[in-house]
T-cell receptor
Framework: GAVVSQHPSWVICKSGTSVKIECRSLDFQATTMFWYRQFPKQSLMLMATSNEGSKATYEQGVEKDKFLINHASLTLSTLTVTSAHPEDSSFYIC????????????FGQGTRLTVV | AQTVTQSQPEMSVQEAETVTLSCTYDTSESDYYLFWYKQPPSRQMILVIRQEAYKQQNATENRFSVNFQKAAKSFSLKISDSQLGDAAMYFCAYRPSDNFGNEKLTFGTGTRLTIIP
């Protein structure tokens, strides 16, 4: 399968600061990228979907001004958590798909964000 | 809206034995995809198996096989000859067929599988 690299694996930031998480498709062009949030012992909740050449589509209840998603190129998407607060602490996972080639999307290894 | 239900929060199986994880889903679509993902302690999501709804034949991948019952909207995963490395959280997921802009995965709540040595 294809490889999706997510960076950093973990990050600790102070309350009120912003943190950026990168998601890269290493060996394919990601026409669609997805960002998920996962709370401990819970399932993955989709935050937003971004397709090549268009802005991200956010799920209901997700603050687009707080969680900025940029599908900068066909191999890179970034999630910026702005003005982070302790309640934003969570595990964030990206996935990417070249929908012209594969049925499934491939997942990054996730980022554990802790806001102190 | 599509929903995916996994009614078994936890399951355990003796090493080398067989275990079946249950999944049901609700959709009004006739064409879609179903997946089982494994999330080990590393939390990396790993695709275990995929089933296209238009295919009647159940998918198999080595020790992993599914029982896909379209009319009943059931999609169970059978793991044969369980190994210690199979211990993980297993998520069932649904995705509509290709429809640009509407291809998101809907996940179940997961089943935590423990392998007993």
């Amino acid at each position: 399968g294809a490889v999706v690299s997510q960076h950093p694996s973990w990050v600790i930031c102070k309350s009120g600061t912003s943190v950026k998480i990168e998601c890269r498709s290493l060996d394919f062009q990601a026409t669609t990228m997805f960002w998920y949030r996962q709370f401990p012992k819970q399932s993955l909740m989709l935050m937003a979907t971004s397709n090549e050449g268009s802005k991200a589509t956010y799920e209901q209840g997700v603050e687009k001004d707080k969680f900025l998603i940029n599908h900068a190129s066909l191999t890179l998407s970034t999630l910026t958590v702005t003005s982070a607060h302790p309640e934003d602490s969570s595990f964030y996972i990206c996935s990417a798909r070249d929908r012209t080639v594969w049925t499934e999307a491939f997942f990054g290894q996730g980022t554990r964000l802790t806001v102190v | 809206a599509q929903t995916v239900t996994q009614s078994q929060p936890e399951m355990s199986v003796q090493e080398a034995e067989t275990v079946t994880l249950s999944c049901t889903y609700d959709t009004s679509e006739s064409d879609y995809y179903l997946f089982w993902y494994k999330q080990p302690p590393s939390r990396q999501m790993i695709l275990v198996i995929r089933q296209e709804a238009y295919k009647q034949q159940n998918a198999t991948e080595n020790r992993f096989s599914v029982n896909f019952q379209k009319a009943a909207k059931s999609f169970s995963l059978k793991i044969s000859d369980s190994q210690l490395g199979d211990a993980a959280m297993y998520f069932c997921a649904y995705r509509p067929s290709d429809n640009f802009g509407n291809e998101k995965l809907t996940f179940g709540t997961g089943t935590r599988l423990t392998i007993i040595p």
